[in-house]
C-alpha cells in the first residue's frame, strides 16, 4: 500500500512557465542534456554496398601475422576519382571486415598516390567530415590519423586543404580537451597509447607545418596559440568571414 505521509510530500512534475508551476508541492524538471558527445548512427555506406557487390578490388587476407587486405590490381593503376573518396566513405564503418578495409585501403592509396591524391581532395571533405561528425571515438581517431597521412601524401595536399577547414574544424574543438576522459570510456586510445585530445594537436600542428597560410600565421606570431586553433570559436564554430590570409 502507498504511503499517504509520502505522497503528501511527493512534488509533481509540471511543464514550466504554466500558472501550474507556481502552485505549492509542484516542480519543474530541469532541461534535457544536450547529448552533444553523444555518438550519432551511421546509414549505410556506398563502400558496403560496393564491397558486398563485389565490385572493390580488395579482399581480406588471414595471415600468420593478423588480417590485412589483398588487393586485386595494382594500386597505381586505380581511378583515384571513384576509388579514393569511396574509401573515404568507408571510414565511418566499425564493423568488419568494412572497417578494416577502408582503413588500411585508404592508407596504401595514400602511400602510392602522388599526384593522383591532389585533384581529388574537393570529394574527400564530405566524407572526412561525415566520420568525424559520427562522435564516434574509434571513427574519429582512425580519421585523424588518417587526415595525417593525407597532408603529407603529396606536394600541395596541405595547402588544397586550407578553404575546406570551415568543415573540418568544429569537431576539432568540441574534442580537443578529451583526452583526460577517455581512460574509462574507450580502450581504443589506450591501445594506441594516445587519446583524441592529443591526436587532434597532432593534427592541427600538421595543418599548420604542411598548409602555406597557417605557416604565414605562424610566421606573424610566432608566440601565439597554433593558428589552427585560433580559427576555431569557442563555441564550436567558426565565426562568419573569410579565413585570415
Not at 70 to 77: E, F, G, N, P
Not at 147 to 172: D, N
Amino acid at each position: 500500500m502507498n504511503n499517504p505521509k509520502k505522497n503528501k510530500n511527493t512534488e509533481s512534475k509540471l511543464e514550466g512557465f504554466t500558472m501550474k508551476a507556481y502552485m505549492s508541492k509542484t516542480g519543474v524538471p530541469g532541461p534535457p542534456p544536450l547529448g552533444i558527445f553523444k555518438e550519432r548512427p551511421t546509414k549505410s555506406t556506398n563502400f558496403r554496398r560496393f564491397y558486398d557487390r563485389g565490385d572493390l578490388p580488395v579482399s581480406v587476407d588471414h595471415c600468420t601475422r593478423g588480417r590485412r587486405i589483398s588487393w586485386k590490381v595494382d594500386i597505381r593503376t586505380l581511378d583515384y576519382f571513384h576509388f579514393l573518396p569511396l574509401f573515404f566513405d568507408g571510414l565511418v564503418e566499425t564493423s568488419h571486415p568494412y572497417e578494416l578495409l577502408a582503413r588500411h585501403g585508404v592508407h596504401d592509396m595514400l602511400e602510392v598516390g602522388g599526384s593522383n591524391i591532389l585533384p581529388v581532395i574537393p570529394q574527400l571533405i564530405i566524407p572526412i567530415r561525415n566520420a568525424l561528425n559520427t562522435k564516434n571515438i574509434r571513427v574519429m581517431c582512425n580519421t585523424m590519423i588518417v587526415l595525417q597521412h593525407l597532408v603529407m601524401s603529396a606536394q600541395h595536399v596541405g595547402e588544397a586543404l586550407v578553404p575546406f577547414y570551415r568543415q573540418i574544424l568544429p569537431l576539432f574543438n568540441l574534442f580537443k580537451n578529451e583526452k583526460k576522459f577517455l581512460s574509462y570510456r574507450i580502450d581504443y586510445s589506450q591501445q594506441m597509447n594516445v587519446s583524441i585530445g592529443d591526436l587532434i594537436s597532432e593534427t592541427l600542428e600538421m595543418f599548420e607545418r604542411f598548409g602555406v597560410r597557417s605557416q604565414s600565421l605562424v610566421k606573424e606570431r610566432p608566440a601565439s596559440p597554433s593558428s589552427c586553433e585560433s580559427q576555431l570559436h569557442p563555441e564550436g564554430l567558426l565565426p562568419p568571414g573569410p579565413l585570415p590570409v
